[in-house]
């Protein structure tokens, strides 16, 4: 259904026009004095210069073209020139009344929806999963979301890092530890075994102790780099280990993810895309775009509109080894053959920045995707610790994501018993819930490109902006709607009234953005913008509630109508948080 701002601005235009004024002057927006108005136009300040009038005559021309407007019950002309709007009773609770009764809560999905592939995630295999690569899940995870409710088909690709020197490091480690293994007989012939030779727990501890190796031993640093080597050029031993080591690490990848509620549509990775890059680069060369420096195979990126130099995207090391952005554009040759995408979405670190400028550029000029491609990289910050450091475990570490679920989880835990309304079982389940709440709004709840403090204390308060606040606002919801049918009432959808209070007109009002929020947001790459909406929803809703005597109500259709306000908050709260992939439990 159309916007109501949309609604606002046709009455407007018509206004402008018919006082003979061009209908571009006909924005409105919300009220920055909303001790006076709800919305505001301030085109006649603009008209005024292009007609050469007093804005405040315009305004009033304009105002008194209004006076019998559906949506607007104030149209004030006030000096020098602003338009001041209020919103009819009868027209918030009509446009609430359609946004009740449709699917979408009153969304129209998009005209022509879009495949969008969305690239997020980007675990590096056989590393343990941390607090980096949370912030790529999360917010992907919510963008994905969010493109899909507007109607777009969005494929979610976690991308992982399957393909790097990881590899190596793990294979001469286990070469050392367990050199009787079949895999270091040069000589041997058969079958590889089916089983892998660690498990999970083994191989988390592994690949740490190589890593750590390889910095005071510069040998079996070469060895593993051959060892990289190797596997990339397909000797067949190692790559059965690989692949040990893929399906070991991506059962507890899968595990890892499932716990955060993130959720892929394509479980490739880096080394998906490697058989297309030998012809990537000999069509690059072909083309005249590639040409040898010092060794290595460089395109320039370079456009006259850059305001600094930008240096060439490398696709090929001195040696011969392919690079991060040859494996990003093999991908994209692989996606545009599998799926066709009309837009992508990268989310990643922001310090990629350069990368992902690079393999776009490379990518359009090399004729991989077309010259016009929407192709957008999400580049978020860094999560600090209280001490404005990236985030460290205590010792200094970098915290496993697991651990540091359960830590929040264990807090949460804490705080829902001191209450003791409920059984424990209970309340390690709605833990589970609010912990997981409280993780991912603090994230999303902050513009993504901007660092942030990840403090555990302000994420799991129950007041503030924060998950939990907001869960504790839908749960409040679910209860006054189970009391009243406890006492009887009946839970459905009526009629809701013109708002007779200032809070029921403030909540009306934040309800009918919904639709806005949830376009603009998308298209803005922004789930902090939902996350503002919802908490202003939720402070709507609380004001309207500490005013108002639901329960005890005695006119029947005034308590219906509350009663359907509060079922129309509760489904866009929901709706909300379900886009930005977090759940409510039942109480808290
Ligand atoms: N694995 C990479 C990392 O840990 C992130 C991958 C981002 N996606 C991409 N297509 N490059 O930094």
């Known amino acids: 259904m159309k916007k109501a701002l949309t609604m606002m601005e046709e009455e407007l235009k018509q206004a402008f026009t018919a006082c003979g004024y061009e209908e571009k002057f006909a924005k409105a927006v919300l009220s920055n004095r909303p001790d006076l108005c709800e919305y505001q136009c301030n085109g006649a300040m603009a008209a005024a210069k292009a007609y050469k009038k007093k804005p405040i005559d315009i305004a009033a021309e304009v105002a008194n073209k209004l006076s019998d407007s559906r949506i607007f019950s104030m149209k004030e002309a006030v000096m020098p020139g602003f338009l001041n709007l209020k919103i009819s009773e009868e027209f918030a609770a009509g446009y609430l009344n359609k946004m009740a009764g449709e699917e979408k809560l009153g969304l129209d999905e998009a005209e022509n929806p879009e495949t969008i592939m969305v690239d997020y995630g980007g675990a590096n295999v056989a590393k343990p999963l941390h607090v980096g690569h949370l912030r790529s899940a999360v917010i992907g995870e919510s963008v994905k979301r969010m493109g899909r409710f507007l109607g777009h088909k969005t494929i979610g690709d976690v991308h992982l890092g399957d393909w790097g020197l990881q590899m190596g490091l793990i294979i001469e480690e286990l070469r050392d530890r367990k050199p009787e293994l079949v895999y270091f007989d040069e000589t041997y012939a058969g079958e590889y075994p089916k089983e892998a030779p660690f498990t999970i727990g083994e191989l988390e501890e592994i690949y740490p102790a190589a890593s750590a190796k390889s910095k005071q031993d510069e040998a079996f640093k070469e060895r593993a780099q051959t060892a990289t080597f190797r596997l990339q050029n397909g000797y067949a031993p190692y790559r059965a280990i690989w692949k040990h080591i893929m399906a070991v690490s991506l059962a507890d990848l899968k595990k890892n993810y499932a716990s955060l509620n993130v959720e892929f ?56 080894a392919a690079l991060y952005a040859t494996s990003d554009l093999a991908t994209i040759i692989e996606r545009e053959r599998d799926f066709h995408p009309d837009r992508y979405i990268y989310i990643a670190d922001k310090r990629q920045d350069l990368h992902f400028t690079q393999v776009f550029r490379v990518a359009k000029k090399a004729g991989i995707v077309k010259k016009d491609m929407p192709m957008a990289f999400l580049g978020f910050g860094t999560m600090n610790g209280k001490d404005g450091k990236p985030f460290k475990t205590r010792d200094g570490g970098v915290m496993r994501l697991e651990h540091l679920i359960a830590g929040i989880n264990d807090q949460v835990f804490k705080r829902i018993m001191e209450n003791r309304t409920v059984t424990e079982d209970e309340a390690r389940d709605t833990a589970r819930i609010v912990g997981l709440a409280a993780l991912k709004y603090g994230d ?84 902090h913008k939902v996350c503002q909406y919802i908490y202003e929803l939720s402070n709507e809703f609380n004001r309207f509630y500490h005013d108002t005597k639901i329960l005890s109500e005695e006119d029947p259709a005034r308590q219906a109508g509350y009663i359907s306000l509060i079922m129309l908050t509760k489904d866009v709260l929901t709706t909300a948080i379900g886009v930005l992939g977090i759940e409510a439990p039942e109480r808290m």
């Open 444 to 527: 999303l709840s902050n513009q993504a490109g901007k660092d942030y403090i990840f403090d555990i204390d302000r994420f799991i308060s129950f007041e503030g902006n924060t998950g939990p606040y907001i869960l504790y606002t839908i749960v409040r919801i679910k209860s006054i709607l189970t009391k009243f049918a406890e006492n009887g009432g009946k839970v459905e959808a009526g009629r809701i009234l013109p708002p007779a209070s200032d809070s029921e007109k403030g909540l009306a009002l934040q309800l009918l953005k919904f639709n806005e929020v949830m376009e603009t947001s998308f298209e803005d790459l922004a789930p």
């Open 265 to 320: 549509d394509l479980w490739k990775g880096e080394s998906d895309a490697q058989e297309y890059i030998p012809d990537l680069i000999d069509d690059l060369i072909r083309q005249g775009l590639a040409y040898e420096s010092q060794g290595a195979l460089v395109v320039d990126i370079g456009e006259e509109t850059d305001s600094k130099e930008l240096p060439p995207c490398i696709v090929r090391k001195s040696d011969g």
